[in-house]
């Protein structure tokens, strides 16, 4: 029998779903919402590739860099090996976000560098209601794929750790990861870099869909990889439509937090 947390969590999730999908109808498919609709707002980027090159490189060697600290500095360490895991995403993960708060601070093509705005609490919502039925219905579609060509589902290794994580301090840290570093760094990277660059410079379906696989490979999964790039299209667009990258931020951190919640409820994902 389900315990009380997993019932509580799917009928939340439903209800979430619900509202999603009357959102999607309102804002996307109703016959009178392309009146309602505003053109995008996102400014073009107007910096020259060389500059772009810049940002890649302090990126990537912000994530690199990043890790070889951390293995520097667990290599006489007796944690275990899921710690240490946890610790070198983490790792990853703040050097990214360094290397783009060094290219925003002191390269020249950092200036007109995407940041966060004020008002964003309404479309961030209103983008992660919209995502959950989407992303429920490619997940289902996607599983039955795996199945039918004989694949492995197996979920991220993330996943796994929240499900086996005992101590709070490990259970917190993986927490602050996936709710507030994870969602602004891979926003920055992916959306307020890649995609704003590659918007006024490709066809718009390559643009949207170039930071999508890219977002999608980097979490290593199989089974999950089409609803990451479902995702990683769906962000682009919110922040095309409003231009403020704190709009995909929150609907990424949101995300994540659900996903979180529906794990530590009991529900196998």
Same mark, same amino acid.
């Given at each position: 029998?389900?315990?009380?947390?997993?019932?509580?969590?799917?009928?939340?999730?439903?209800?979430?779903?619900?509202?999603?999908?009357?959102?999607?109808?309102?804002?996307?498919?109703?016959?009178?919402?392309?009146?309602?609709?505003?053109?995008?707002?996102?400014?073009?980027?107007?910096?020259?590739?060389?500059?772009?090159?810049?940002?890649?490189?302090?990126?990537?060697?912000?994530?690199?860099?990043?890790? &070889?600290?951390?293995?520097?500095?667990?290599?006489?360490?007796?944690?275990? +090996?899921?710690?240490?895991?946890?610790?070198?995403?983490?790792?990853?993960?703040?050097?990214?976000?360094?290397?783009?708060?060094?290219?925003?601070?002191?390269?020249?093509? +950092?200036?007109?560098?995407?940041?966060?705005?004020?008002?964003?609490?309404?479309?961030?919502?209103?983008?992660?209601?919209?995502?959950?039925?989407?992303?429920?219905?490619?997940?289902?579609?996607?599983?039955?794929? &795996?199945?039918?060509?004989?694949?492995?589902?197996?979920?991220?290794?993330?996943?796994?750790?929240?499900?086996?994580?005992?101590?709070?301090?490990?259970?917190?840290?993986? /927490?602050?990861?996936?709710?507030?570093?994870?969602?602004?760094?891979?926003?920055? /990277?992916?959306?307020? +870099?890649?995609?704003?660059?590659?918007?006024?410079?490709?066809?718009?379906?390559?643009?949207?869909?170039?930071?999508?696989?890219?977002? +999608?490979?980097?979490?290593?999964?199989?089974?999950?990889?089409?609803?990451?790039?479902?995702?990683?299209?769906?962000?682009?667009?919110?922040?095309?439509?409003?231009?403020?990258?704190? /709009?995909?931020?929150?609907?990424?951190?949101?995300?994540?937090?659900?996903?979180?919640?529906?794990?530590?409820?009991?529900?196998?994902?």
């Amino acid at each position: 029998m389900s315990s009380p947390a997993a019932l509580l969590a799917v009928a939340a999730e439903l209800a979430l779903m619900l509202v999603g999908l009357a959102l999607l109808w309102r804002v996307q498919l109703s016959p009178a919402a392309p009146a309602r609709r505003q053109p995008p707002v996102l400014s073009a980027w107007t910096i020259a590739l060389p500059d772009f090159g810049l940002f890649a490189w302090c990126v990537i060697a912000g994530g690199l860099l990043g890790q &070889l600290a951390m293995a520097l500095g667990l290599k006489w360490s007796i944690l275990d +090996g899921d710690t240490r895991q946890i610790l070198a995403g983490a790792a990853f993960q703040l050097g990214l976000l360094g290397g783009c708060a060094g290219f925003a601070l002191f390269a020249p093509g +950092g200036r007109d560098f995407s940041r966060p705005q004020g008002s964003f609490l309404r479309a961030g919502l209103v983008t992660f209601a919209i995502a959950l039925p989407l992303l429920v219905v490619v997940g289902l579609l996607w599983t039955q794929f &795996l199945e039918l060509v004989g694949l492995p589902a197996e979920r991220q290794e993330l996943i796994g750790l929240f499900a086996k994580a005992r101590s709070p301090l490990l259970l917190g840290t993986l /927490v602050t990861l996936a709710s507030i570093v994870a969602p602004i760094t891979e926003e920055l /990277v992916f959306r307020a +870099g890649l995609f704003r660059y590659a918007r006024t410079r490709l066809p718009r379906w390559a643009a949207l869909l170039l930071p999508a696989i890219l977002f +999608g490979a980097l979490h290593g999964n199989l089974a999950s990889f089409p609803q990451l790039v479902t995702l990683g299209v769906l962000f682009s667009l919110a922040y095309e439509r409003t231009g403020n990258i704190a /709009v995909p931020m929150l609907a990424h951190a949101l995300f994540n937090l659900n996903t979180i919640a529906l794990i530590l409820s009991g529900i196998e994902l």
